[in-house]
C-alpha cells in the first residue's frame, strides 16, 4: 500500500526552526520526485520544495535560503527543514509523492 506519513509541526515562535518528516512506505522516495506542499487558510495549495530522483532541489521564492528539502534513502523518508520561520509559513504542510497526498501536518508561527 503506498502511503506517506508526516511528522514534525507544531508551534514555534517567530525565528525558529522546525523539521518535517515524510516517511514513505510502498514505494521508494529515490525513484521519484518529492515534494512539499502547503496551505494556509483560505488560500490555495501551493508548492514550497520539490526534490528530483537525481537529487536537485527546487523552491519557492518565499523560502529560498530558509528551507531545506533532503532525502534519506536509508530510512525512505524526505525532510523539510525549515529554519527562520515567519508567520507567514503558518499553514498545513503536505508531502507528495507517486501521485499520493500525506495526510499533512500543522505548522503555526506565532508568538
Known amino acids: 500500500q503506498v502511503q506517506l506519513v508526516e511528522s514534525g509541526g507544531g508551534l514555534v515562535q517567530p525565528g525558529g526552526s522546525l523539521r518535517l518528516s515524510c516517511a514513505a512506505s510502498?514505494?521508494?522516495?529515490?525513484?521519484?520526485?518529492m515534494s512539499w506542499y502547503r496551505q494556509a487558510p483560505g488560500k490555495e495549495r501551493e508548492l514550497v520544495a520539490l526534490?528530483?530522483?537525481?537529487?536537485?532541489?527546487s523552491y519557492v521564492d518565499s523560502v529560498k535560503g530558509r528551507f531545506t528539502i533532503s532525502r534519506d534513502n536509508a530510512k525512505n523518508t524526505v525532510y523539510l527543514q525549515m529554519n527562520t520561520l515567519r508567520p507567514e509559513d503558518t499553514a498545513v504542510y503536505y508531502c507528495r509523492g507517486k501521485g499520493v497526498w500525506g495526510q499533512g501536518t500543522l505548522v503555526t508561527v506565532s508568538s
Open positions: 526534490i528530483t530522483t537525481p537529487g536537485s532541489t
Open positions: 510502498g514505494f521508494t522516495v529515490s525513484s521519484y520526485v
